[in-house]
């Protein structure tokens, strides 16, 4: 049955999902807030609609399918792999159009092929796009934060500063404000006395020792705070933050990548180039990125009509590697978008490593597109 409010092509969708080798899941509305809080960033964490149960636990109204899908995977044990379908409401806060909006999608758990499963489901979402938005110029957008992570870790950055990049990935602006501290780092305010006699040095036992010290002759109660090594092992990492330079070779590599910008079918070509000229070790990124870019081929794609952007992400968190959206029109509406999230199993409560993939569909927007507005 279509539900209230949702597109007139809305039961049609949902049947051409489960055609997919699919099992159609129904997820409740009210979630548990922390795992969104916990895990999906920044992005969706600040649109989330919150409440309160009776007895104080944080709820909130679904804001996005792929957490409650897997979640609900884990609860009932079930064996891997296995693709799940949904078609339902979400609730954000949006600047642009109705906070509560439909959406579907697969998500596409334990398949050991990984590259067979990335090119599964940007294949499938792009047909299921042109199936349902005929007739439309569509923009097929691809990215790879562990092609990121292995040219930052490349770069030997301390693991700090490694951090916060992939963390910004996808935020282009971010990462031009990081790329430019790194650069030249402005002045920080740095402690006074012995505390920065002891960071100038590197002597974290003086200077875990002297904060205990301190915070037992001002009466300061560990269990109310940070332990002195914890607060120790920070302000070592901020001082090494603040003092790391990229060096101006370093800086061009990370700029040169961030600048590729290619059709898929040369993507692998211009990955290569890259990592030659940086001098950078990326053949694992690399083997993983190629084993992707053949599977798709083997489905019958064609890559020329794909886009590989090195600085391309997604506003998720839980992503590890290839990341994708489906936009149609000059105005680059999303109609689709999805990616992988090998570390979220786990971090949800999987007893083993469940490698994950998956996308959602914009019904919405893709109604928009269908109307010709």
């Known amino acids: 049955m279509t539900q209230l ?16 080798e699919t099992t159609r899941v129904d997820i409740p509305v009210i979630q548990p807030a ?3 809080l916990d895990m999906a960033g920044e992005d969706l964490r600040r649109r989330i609609f ?3 149960s009776e007895t104080g636990e944080s709820l909130c109204l679904r804001p996005e399918f792929t957490i409650p899908v897997c979640r609900a995977h884990i609860a009932e044990g079930v064996a891997t792999p296995r693709r799940y379908c949904y078609l339902g409401q979400v609730f954000r806060q949006r600047r642009d159009g109705a906070n509560e909006f439909f959406q579907a999608g ?13 090119a599964r489901a940007v294949s499938d979402a792009r047909a299921v796009v042109a199936e349902f938005a005929p007739g439309r110029a569509l923009t097929i957008t691809l990215g790879d934060q562990s092609v990121f992570e292995a040219v930052v870790a490349g770069l030997g950055l301390p ?27 402005g002045d920080t305010a740095a402690p ?17 020792a002297h904060i205990e010290s301190v915070m037992e002759a001002t009466g300061y109660s560990t269990h109310a705070s940070r332990s002195p090594a914890e607060i120790t092992a920070r302000l070592m990492d901020k001082q090494a933050l603040a003092s790391t330079r990229l060096s101006a070779r370093s800086l061009e590599a990370l700029k040169a990548f961030l600048a590729l910008d290619v059709a898929l079918d040369h993507a692998a070509g211009a990955l290569a180039d890259f990592a030659r000229d940086a001098g950078l070790d990326i053949a694992a990124a690399q083997s993983s990125f190629e084993a992707r870019l053949n599977a798709l081929s083997g489905r019958g794609e064609d890559l020329s009509q ?9 506003p998720l968190d839980y992503y590890t590697g290839l990341v994708f959206e489906i936009t149609a029109g000059e105005a680059g509406l999303v109609l689709a978008g999805g990616g992988r999230f090998d570390r979220l199993m786990a971090l949800l409560g999987a ?12 019904l919405d927007r893709i109604e928009t597109v269908r109307a010709g507005r």
Request: no cysteine; proline share 6%.
């Open 5 to 20: 409010g949702a597109p007139v092509f809305a039961a049609d969708l949902a049947r051409a999902l489960e055609a997919l």
């Open 34 to 36: 922390e795992p969104f």
């Open 50 to 52: 919150l409440t309160e």
């Open 106 to 118: 697969i998500e596409d758990l334990g398949e050991p092929d990984e590259a067979r499963a990335d």
């Open 159 to 185: 693991a700090g500063w490694q951090k916060r990049l992939i963390h910004a990935f996808g935020n282009e602006q971010a990462l031009r404000a990081m790329i430019a501290r790194l650069a030249s780092p």
């Open 192 to 208: 006074d006395g012995a505390v920065a006699e002891f960071l100038a040095s590197g002597d974290a036992q003086g200077l875990e």
């Open 306 to 314: 794909m886009h590989w952007r090195a600085a391309f992400g997604r």
């Open 351 to 362: 007893q083993d490593p469940i490698p994950a993939v998956g996308f959602s569909l914009w």
